[in-house]
């Protein structure tokens, strides 16, 4: 399907499709996860029932041949107990909670090399009821809570095969004070448009600019269908649309070759996407990596182009004493003030939550 935009026609992505299906025992004791089951069956993909619930057979010879197979597999898996103890996530949310772990996308800044253990396979969990349960313990009885879904996977990308993103924005349509937030790099919003959502989950895409979305964000929905599927969440009921509330993540922001124009076009297609009015809010981060995470990186895309020294950087730790390399802090004060130039002049009344 196309869809016409001001600027130019842009195609919808190809919605993602496991190789293999791997169900855990546990998984399928779960009437969520039988749930699952029968969406995958509809789909006719290849499905294996494990007899253990410990997941096996993901790796190869090397580190890029296990990447390759994990990130062609789906498993269907119950969250562990540690999943219930939740953590605080600032400044994106007060908390993360987690429908699965893993993305069906190939970025090669990807935030989530070096954080998860094991193979980079998509983990979705069964136990989806018992996890939106346990989100009533951390809500504050006088003032709105706010829980992340995003950290470990890209909720819209996996949507097809489990329908767990939808029964999160009804679960936080019917609290009170309790409110959704996830961003993705895919397209297909339709069967959320409908949704019961009462104003208590707030979509949002993460974009780039065209240099950088182009070279490093393999097997997403391009930038003009994320903005798309944005306007579609955003408008009104009355005109077709959802009547979320919506967000635009600029990450990671780069300090490529002739940053300036590139970014200035990307909120020119912004402009021209958005040109209505609606509860818009901006995320803006820059480009960082740990130790960690550029060795991962680099097993994982060893011909990439992406910028990962660290004599260009700037050293900065964390409260556990991490350390990540951010930008110098010259460079970050003059992406900052265009960021933050450009969105007032173009959207006055859309806030700025944060910059890191």
Not at 51 to 61: A, E, F, T, V
Not at 93 to 121: I, K
Not at 186 to 206: K, M
């Amino acid at each position: 399907m196309t869809i016409l935009t001001s600027a130019a026609q842009t195609s919808s992505s190809r919605l993602w499709m496991p190789e293999r299906v791997l169900f855990t025992p546990a998984a399928l004791d779960q009437p969520w996860g039988q749930k699952i089951l029968s969406r995958i069956q509809a789909l006719n993909l290849p499905i294996e029932e494990l007899p253990q619930n410990r997941l096996s057979g993901l790796r190869g010879d090397s580190e890029r041949e296990t990447y390759q197979i994990a990130k062609r597999t789906l498993a269907v898996v119950t969250a562990p107990p540690s999943h219930f103890k939740l953590s605080p996530i600032p400044p994106s949310a007060d908390w993360q909670f987690h429908l699965a772990e893993g993305c069906p996308a190939h970025c090669q800044y990807c935030y989530l090399a070096g954080s998860l253990q094991g193979p980079p396979v998509i983990r979705v969990f069964a136990n989806l009821p018992q996890i939106l349960e346990n989100l009533a313990t951390y809500e504050r009885p006088d003032t709105a809570t706010t829980f992340e879904v995003s950290c470990y996977t890209d909720p819209l990308g996996i949507e097809h095969l489990t329908g767990s993103l939808a029964e999160c924005i009804r679960y936080f349509g019917t609290r009170s004070n309790a409110h959704l937030r996830w961003v993705s790099k895919f397209d297909a919003v339709d069967e959320l448009l409908d949704l019961p959502h009462n104003g208590h989950t707030r979509c949002r895409v993460s974009i780039n600019a065209a240099p950088v979305s182009g070279r490093f964000e393999g097997g997403t929905a391009s930038v003009s269908s994320r903005l798309q599927a944005l306007r579609q969440l955003a408008l009104p009921r009355s005109q077709g649309g959802g009547g979320y509330p919506v967000g635009i993540v600029i990450a990671p922001i780069m300090l490529i070759d002739d940053w300036e124009l590139h970014y200035t076009r990307l909120f020119d297609e912004m402009s021209a996407t958005l040109d209505f009015s609606c509860d818009l809010t901006f995320e803006l981060i820059s480009h960082r990596f740990t130790p960690k995470s550029k060795e991962v990186l680099q097993t994982w895309y060893p011909h990439s182009k992406l910028d990962m020294e660290q004599d260009n950087r700037s050293t900065k730790r964390n409260k556990f004493g991490g350390t990540k390399y951010v930008y110098d802090t010259d460079n970050m004060k003059a992406l900052r003030r265009f960021f933050e130039r450009e969105i007032a002049r173009r959207f006055p009344n859309a806030p700025i939550l944060y910059w890191t």
